[in-house]
């Protein structure tokens, strides 16, 4: 079912990237389609594996495996969950940052502009923001914002204005809606890389995605054992740039690390790739998903 549910990205790499021991604890903190959980349980010999993901759609997709511990919350809780069920420390930490192909090929979902559908875009469907309270409520300023910081638009105006204008007048409910405002706001060959940078910023903000991340990273420094390793697959830039100087530093919005009185770096982790892994040409042509894809993997010391 996981060939369907969703195509796992760089998934030797990243086993190979976790260095399995026998009897290790595991945690992938993005389940999804179940993908690179399946292959750890393959190669993992005892041991447990803990699994994140606030979706319902996931939970039902799970294996039944008496290793696998399913959590159903968001991975920024990783810390608090691993102590109510008393593990203080586990041997390596998964996080495939991408949306599935299932939640980009369900239209009502509506994470993906290719199919008519609600403007929802919320992984966990409990939550009470969708992107239409966004586009309906926010003001000029916090769109702006998205849209700049989220999805990298640096000339949003045109968007924003006409955004405000059409609510005013009838409210954002369905993608179509959206469509006809953003299609409007660049040249007809631009227009799907505009559309999907629009659609990841509304995503990015339903579902607090930078601030979850921050927190997820900034635990791993607590709950890895020595020699623990994380292995992380970013998107896009945003999240590439927090992934990065996490593993260089132990701080999200640090790019350099702190030194001692000698000059001597004071940081976590150390770098077992020292630049990301992309997917390769085999992989590109058999998922083309997976060609924004950048992984790095660190070691805690």
Same mark, same amino acid.
């Given at each position: 079912m996981e060939d369907v549910y969703h195509v796992p990205v760089l998934l030797k790499e990243c086993i190979e990237g976790l260095s399995l021991k026998e009897g290790g604890v595991y945690v992938d903190v993005t389940f999804g389609g179940g993908g690179h959980t399946r292959e750890i349980l393959k190669h993992l010999k005892g041991g447990r594996v803990v699994v994140f993901d606030q979706d319902e759609d996931a939970y039902e997709n799970r294996p039944e495996d008496e290793r696998l511990i399913f959590v159903r919350h968001n991975f920024r809780y990783l810390k608090h969950f691993l102590k109510y069920m008393g593990i203080e420390k586990v041997d390596g930490i998964l996080a495939d940052l991408g949306v599935s192909s299932h939640h980009f090929d369900t239209p009502e979902r509506g994470f993906s502009f290719r199919f008519e559908g609600e403007l929802d875009m919320r992984m966990n469907k409990q939550s009470g923001l969708t992107a239409a309270n966004v586009l309906n409520d926010y003001e000029e300023h916090e769109l702006y914002r998205i849209f700049k910081n989220y999805g990298e638009i640096k000339k949003s105006g045109k968007l924003v204005r006409g955004i405000l204008a059409r609510r005013q007048e009838v409210p954002f409910h369905m993608i179509s809606d959206l469509l006809e405002i953003a299609e409007t706001c660049v040249p007809s060959r631009e227009k799907n890389k505009f559309l999907a940078k629009v659609?990841?910023?509304?995503?990015?903000?339903?579902?607090?995605?930078?601030?979850?991340?921050?927190?997820?990273?900034?635990?791993?420094? !607590?709950? +890895?054992? /020595?020699?623990?390793?994380?292995?992380?697959?970013?998107?896009? $830039?945003?999240? !590439?740039? +927090?992934? /990065?100087?996490f593993m260089r530093t132990g701080d999200c919005e640090? $790019?350099?690390?702190?030194?001692?009185?000698?000059?001597?770096?004071?940081?976590?982790?150390?770098?077992? $790739?020292r630049k990301p892994m992309l997917p390769s040409d085999e992989e590109l042509e058999r998922n083309t998903r997976s060609r924004s894809a950048k992984l790095r993997i660190c070691e805690k010391m």
């Open positions: 659609f990841q910023a509304l995503r990015i903000e339903v579902n607090g995605e930078m601030e979850a991340l921050k927190e997820m990273l900034m635990q791993t420094k !607590d709950v +890895l054992d /020595k020699q623990g390793r994380l292995v992380v697959i970013s998107y896009h $830039s945003l999240e !590439d740039r +927090l992934v /990065k100087n640090v $790019s350099q690390p702190e030194q001692d009185f000698y000059g001597r770096s004071i940081v976590p982790f150390k770098a077992i $790739s």
